[in-house]
């Protein structure tokens, strides 16, 4: 009893810091806005609207699956099986299409469902076998990588109905296409979640420190299990809406995006050690990758050259991050 009520009071102590998360994003705020800049003085072509709405398209997939990892992250895990959760999704999801002729709706469920059951089974063996993350998502990264190729021999799948690529095509009002909206409204969802309600407070909390979390009668192990359910989800949803922009689904797809949406939530002021982040702050990290990618894209960069500079930019935010916690 005592311990509950130490722990309750030191989680009390926490809240505070968990509401001024927010100013964790001034510095990957100035750094978007410096970015935007830089390429609006040496490129012609970046601050144009055409432009500016292909980032937004380029960085929809990237964007749901950091929002995944946000959660995952926020109680001090990892997901280095997101790129390989979305490939194998995508592949059952053409699969099921394009060989037994399941109507796309119901293969973009059975997607879903394949995401969530990886998520699953990570949590399975993060929660019951106890697992490091690290240790357990690579797993799951190399067996989702192997199914992937299984389903269709390693064949790339193509010509999906009309309206499922129009999905990300058509621009509703000229501005916003369907998986654009998408993904603002799973961003406003997620944030809401995470700003006000219990949940939310839970997960912070449990990065914080996940032994006074239980102490204070936070479900630890469950709300560890939904987290990378969710991560698997937004890792299968993010494939459907690739699949729907390229016309074509591939074992090899989403390979190397585990570090792309790593690096979204740590440059967005997350925290590899857990209890900090923000949804807000991961949607400011996709669009400075995204940005940057864009910018490097107009400047007629390798794309060598580019993960050289992705990579700088992950141990950079990686670096600030330590300083921080040293500072304080």
């Given at each position: 009893m005592n311990n509950q009520l130490l722990a309750k009071t030191r989680l009390s102590g926490a809240i505070p810091k968990w509401i001024g998360l927010e100013s964790s994003i001034a510095g990957p705020m100035v750094g978007l806005l410096l970015l935007c800049a830089v390429l609006t003085i040496f490129t012609d072509s970046f601050l144009t609207l055409s432009n500016l709405l292909n980032v937004l398209d380029q960085v929809t997939v990237l964007g749901i699956m950091a929002l995944g990892m946000t959660l995952v992250i926020l109680i001090g895990g990892i997901d280095l099986s997101v790129g390989a959760v979305l490939a194998v999704a995508i592949m059952v999801m053409s699969w099921l299409e394009q060989v037994l002729g399941l109507p796309m709706w119901a293969a973009m469920l059975a997607a879903i469902a394949v995401g969530a059951a990886c998520g699953s089974t990570t949590a399975l063996l993060v929660v019951r076998a106890g697992l490091p993350s690290f240790i357990a998502t690579l797993a799951m990264m190399s067996v989702a990588r192997g199914l992937a190729y299984m389903v269709t021999d390693g064949a790339q799948v193509s010509g999906?109905?009309?309206?499922?690529?129009?999905?990300?095509?058509?621009?509703?009002?000229?501005?916003?296409?369907?998986?654009?909206?998408c993904f603002v409204v799973l961003a406003l969802v997620f944030w809401f979640v995470l700003k006000f309600t219990v949940s939310g407070?839970?997960?912070?909390?449990?990065?914080?420190?996940?032994?006074?979390?239980?102490?204070?009668?936070?479900?630890?192990?469950?709300?560890?299990?939904?987290?990378?359910?969710?991560?698997?989800?937004?890792?299968?949803?993010?494939?459907?809406?690739?699949?729907?922009?390229?016309?074509?689904?591939?074992?090899?797809?989403?390979?190397?995006?585990?570090?792309?949406?790593?690096?979204?939530?740590?440059?967005?002021?997350?925290?590899?050690?857990?209890?900090?982040?923000?949804?807000?702050?991961?949607?400011?990290?996709?669009?400075?990758?995204?940005?940057?990618?864009?910018?490097?894209?107009?400047?007629?960069?390798?794309?060598?050259?580019?993960?050289?500079?992705i990579g700088a930019v992950i141990a950079f935010a990686v670096m600030l991050d330590l300083l921080k916690r040293k500072t304080d």
């Open positions: 999906f109905p009309e309206w499922f690529s129009n999905l990300s095509v058509i621009r509703y009002g000229g501005v916003l296409s369907l998986t654009v909206s407070r839970s997960l912070y909390a449990i990065g914080g420190s996940s032994k006074v979390a239980k102490l204070a009668g936070i479900r630890v192990k469950g709300y560890t299990s939904a987290v990378y359910i969710i991560s698997g989800i937004c890792a299968a949803l993010g494939g459907i809406i690739m699949t729907s922009r390229l016309d074509t689904a591939g074992a090899g797809a989403g390979v190397g995006y585990e570090l792309d949406v790593i690096a979204a939530v740590v440059i967005g002021g997350g925290s590899l050690k857990g209890g900090a982040g923000s949804v807000v702050g991961t949607i400011i990290g996709v669009l400075i990758i995204g940005v940057l990618r864009n910018g490097l894209n107009l400047a007629g960069i390798s794309p060598f050259v580019q993960q050289v500079v």
